[in-house]
Antibody, heavy 118, light 107 residues
Framework: EVQLVQSGAEVRKPGESLKISCDTS????????IGWVRQMPGKGLEWMGI????????RYSPSFEGQVTISADTSITTAYLQWSSLKASDTAIYYC???????????WGQGTLVTVSS | DIQMTQSPSSLSASVGDRVTITCRAS??????LNWYQQKPGKAPKLLIF???ILQSGVPSRFSGSGSGTDFALTISSLQPEDFATYYC?????????FGPGTKLDVK
């Protein structure tokens, strides 16, 4: 059974760093791209970026390029999303998402709520 | 970036109704169009990919059509569990942009 299990909710202050994780199982981690999707409170879905763990090729949405870093560790089949300096506007739910053959997202993590507040 | 639009932005309907949501891409995306359903407090769920292929386990009352720039999601007979928000997404070229969503609620 394919599973994407994300790390728990986080509360941080503006300017702090953060790394959230997406622990996967039930499939060949290196052969499917995995990405991240943001959902701000009461808003729609925003595609942030994607990594292909097999060769670490990473693509970002221009809206998120330089704001976040997506990475993956094939030895523990885990993907990450990190910030070096959080802003209040980063408050959102972040979903990790496995992409399949048409780049459709066939499996989603349960979401990680990140709250940034002073 | 490819821009995605959806109409309507919200829709009120009754159980048993036939409902259609449309999605338009700002440039051609062939058939790289996906539909998701999201309920409050839950992760989205894939309904249809490649414009018209029903994801495994999704009821056959859901169907998708279109190619190029214009697409549609149809629910043939609304069930109580179908009241949710629906998003289209293009997966033709990165960034794989989503539409703004269509909220389907009870009339």
């Amino acid at each position: 059974e394919v599973q994407l299990v994300q790390s728990g909710a986080e509360v941080r202050k503006p300017g702090e760093s953060l790394k959230i994780s997406c622990d996967t199982s039930g499939y060949s981690f290196s052969t499917y791209s995995i990405g991240w999707v943001r959902q701000m409170p009461g808003k729609g879905l925003e595609w942030m970026g994607i990594i292909y763990p097999g060769d670490s090729d990473t693509r970002y949405s221009p809206s998120f390029e330089g704001q976040v870093t997506i990475s993956a560790d094939t030895s523990i089949t885990t993907a990450y999303l990190q910030w070096s300096s959080l802003k209040a506007s980063d408050t959102a739910i972040y979903y990790c998402a496995r992409h399949n053959g048409y780049n459709e997202i066939d499996y989603w993590g349960q979401g990680t709520l990140v709250t940034v507040s002073s | 970036d490819i821009q995605m639009t959806q109409s309507p932005s919200s829709l009120s309907a009754s159980v048993g109704d036939r409902v259609t949501i449309t999605c338009r891409a700002s440039q051609t995306i062939s058939n790289y169009l996906n539909w998701y359903q999201q309920k409050p407090g839950k992760a989205p769920k894939l309904l249809i990919f490649a414009a018209s292929i029903l994801q495994s386990g999704v009821p056959s009352r859901f169907s998708g059509s279109g190619s190029g720039t214009d697409f549609a999601l149809t629910i043939s007979s609304l069930q109580p569990e179908d009241f949710a928000t629906y998003y289209c997404q293009q997966s033709y070229i990165t960034p794989f942009t989503f539409g703004p969503g269509t909220k389907l609620d009870v009339k």
